[in-house]
T-cell receptor, first 114, second 109 residues
Framework: SAVISQKPSRDICQRGTSLTIQCQVD?????MFWYRQQPGQSLTLIAT?????????ESGFVIDKFPISRPNLTFSTLTVSNMSPEDSSIYLC???????????FGPGTRLTVT | QKEVEQNSGPLSVPEGAIASLNCTYS??????FFWYRQYSGKSPELIMS????GDKEDGRFTAQLNKASQYVSLLIRDSQPSDSATYLC?????????FGAGTTVTVRA
């Protein structure tokens, strides 16, 4: 499976500020995904990021709040904008396995908004 | 109706016993199903995938799929304390994964 890294691993931010989370993969992948895991909850898909096209957002998530970039086949960023305490979550990127349907997750970014 | 539902936990089993986890899904056209294990403070780790009706075994893990009943299960045989984690059932539709709420398993030594 691909090796996925995320930066930062954790951060504490003030409300009203923005944080950009980076996701790096050690091989080229077509599809990258961003998920949110709120405290004590399961995973919810935020958006799908394909290289060369606009990200596709799920219901309840908008580009102004969660802008995503996908400049190449190994890298993506997710920005959490104008943060509030409700944005405190773990944010995870995942990639689809080459030639298959399986998805593998990065280590996650634990965000706390005060 | 939730897309993916798992049996409520937590589930406590003695070491060496079989842990049985269940999952149902609502979309009849779903074709791909996965079990992830998530240790506290860690990201989900894929442990099983299953695409066809029947059983699939991998070491101490067995996944079972019944598409007619829209039911997926995971058996953990000879449970070990290291199996203590939250297990997430996931269903793939149009390249997007939908997750159940998870079942927390504790293996008692």
């Amino acid at each position: 499976s691909a090796v996925i890294s995320q930066k930062p691993s954790r951060d504490i931010c003030q409300r009203g500020t923005s944080l950009t989370i980076q996701c790096q993969v050690d091989s080229q992948v077509t599809m990258m995904f961003w998920y949110r895991q709120q405290p004590g909850q399961s995973l919810t898909l935020i958006a799908t990021a394909n290289q060369g096209s606009e990200a596709t957002y799920e219901s309840g998530f908008v580009i102004d709040k969660f802008p995503i970039s996908r400049p190449n086949l190994t890298f993506s960023t997710l920005t959490v904008s104008n943060m509030s305490p409700e944005d405190s979550s773990i944010y995870l990127c995942s990639v689809e396995a080459s030639g298959g349907y399986e998805q593998y997750f990065g280590p996650g970014t634990r965000l706390t908004v005060t | 109706q939730k897309e993916v539902e798992q049996n409520s936990g937590p589930l406590s089993v003695p070491e060496g016993a079989i842990a049985s986890l269940n999952c149902t899904y609502s979309d009849r056209v779903s074709q791909s199903f996965f079990w992830y294990r998530q240790y506290s403070g860690k990201s989900p780790e894929l442990i099983m995938s299953i695409y066809s009706n029947g059983d699939k075994e991998d070491g101490r893990f067995t996944a079972q799929l019944n598409k007619a009943s829209q039911y997926v299960s995971l058996l953990i045989r000879d449970s070990q304390p290291s199996d203590s984690a939250t297990y997430l059932c996931a269903v793939l539709n149009d390249y997007k994964l939908s997750f159940g709420a998870g079942t927390t398993v504790t293996v008692r030594a």
